[in-house]
Structures are given as C-alpha cells and as structure tokens.
C-alpha cells in the first residue's frame, strides 16, 4: 500500500547530541511537511519542500534543519536538541496543486525523547 | 495569520450518546477544513475534508459541516463508541505564498466515550 512511513518511530536521544528522523513515502507527491507536536499541542509546522525548493517557517528555531535527497525521502536533523525539543515529529505529503481535492497524507509520527 | 480554535478542551459523554464537536477560525479564505482523529501516542487518521465549496460531508456515523462566512466547523458524531475515544483536531487548509498547501491545525478536542 502507498504510505507515508517515519523511522524510527521512538527515539531518544543526550541533550546536544544531534539527531535524525527519517521519512519516506510511497505516494510519489510533490510536497513533502515537517510538524513538530508537543503534549495537547497543536501540530506546529517546521518546514515543507515543494519538489527540491525548501520553505522554512518565519519561526522555526536555527537548530532544525531538513534535507530531502529525492522524491521519497525527507529528513530532520536537530543539531543540538534541548528538553525543549522533546515532542511528536510528524511527517506529511501533499499533491501538486493542479491535482485537487488537496489533503496531507501523514506518517505515524516519532516520538523523539531528550535526556 | 490564521488561527483554529477547538471548543471545548475535552468532553466526556455516555456510550450512545450524540454529540459536536466545534471548530472556528479567524481567517474565511480557506481552501478547505479537514477533521482527523489522534489516538494517543500515534499519528494523525484524516476523516473528512469539507471543501471551502461545499457546506457539509457525511462519512458512516460521522458528519462535518462548514460555515465559511462565519468561521465555524463542527464534527457531529451520532450515536457514539468507546471506540470513538481519541483526540479530534480540526486543520483548515490554504495555499501559501510558495504555491504550497498548508494546514494550520487547532489543539483538537479530547473524546471520552464511557461505555
């Protein structure tokens, strides 16, 4: 089945030490999000790519980057992750937008803990 | 910038009974609304979409309805379930100035169903 797939799906990680969270899908879809949702938060989103161009949020903080290698895959890196950073990471896609109706696909999400 | 707002917080309600869930937003030039339901610990399961054209969808026991002019959405769930105990967060969809659709999400409301 097509899907949009997140790994790992728990993850925990030293405060400073950097850490990566992968996502990959199946759909073949244009767009690809980064949210970041943090307990009885709304999801708050990062970042997106639409095909290779990067769009970062006015207020995601410096230590978040991405990088999306190919159509497939999509990663987090946090550089130094703080207390603060603990959260759910969710990962979603999206069609071109000549192909309505429009809706995010979303991964099962990880759950990212820093010691 | 837009806002989502999630009345009330959390609701608990007898096996059976019917309910709504409620949704308001600040800004009316929507794309579309959509309604997914989190279960603890796990990722985001779309619902229904309602497209800013349309005034409600149905889907089994569940329907949703949009007012767009006045900001408002609500999630009627008739006759409900202990299985129906999640979170539901509302997400109302727009296209970004990179050409991108995006969802800005309320905090969603917490459902218990007590059998």
């Known amino acids: 089945d097509a899907m949009v797939i997140q790994n790992p799906r728990y993850q925990v990680t030293q405060f400073g030490k950097p850490v990566t969270l992968s996502c990959s899908q199946t759909?073949?879809?244009?767009?690809m999000y980064w949210y970041q949702q943090k307990s009885s938060q709304a999801p708050k989103l990062l970042f997106h790519?639409?095909?290779?161009?990067?769009?970062n949020e006015a207020d995601t903080p410096d230590n978040f980057q991405s990088r999306r290698p190919n159509t497939s895959f999509c990663f987090l890196d946090i550089r130094s992750p703080g207390l603060g950073d603990a959260a759910m990471y969710l990962c979603?896609?999206?069609?071109?937008?000549?192909?309505?109706?429009?809706?995010?696909?979303f991964g099962p999400g990880t759950r990212l803990l820093v010691l | 910038k837009q806002e989502v707002t999630q009345i009330p917080a959390a609701l608990s309600v007898p096996e059976g009974e019917n309910l709504v869930l409620n949704c308001s937003f600040t800004?009316?030039?929507?794309?579309?609304l959509q309604w997914f339901r989190q279960d603890p610990g796990k990722g985001l399961t779309s619902l229904l979409l309602?497209?800013?054209?349309?005034r409600e969808q149905t889907s089994g026991r569940l329907n949703a309805s949009l007012d767009k002019s006045s900001g408002r959405s609500t999630l009627y769930i008739a006759a409900s379930q202990p299985g129906d105990s999640a979170t539901y967060l509302c997400?109302?969809?727009?296209?970004?100035?990179?050409?991108?659709?995006?969802?800005?999400f309320g905090k969603g409301t917490k459902l218990s169903v007590i059998p």
């Open positions: 759909l073949n879809h244009n767009v």
């Open positions: 309602i497209q800013s054209s349309q």
């Open positions: 800004d009316s030039a929507i794309y579309n």
């Open positions: 979603a896609t999206s069609r071109d937008r000549a192909r309505a109706p429009e809706t995010q696909y």
């Open positions: 790519y639409y095909d290779k161009d990067f769009n």
């Open positions: 997400a109302v969809g727009a296209y970004s100035g990179a050409g991108s659709y995006q969802l800005t």
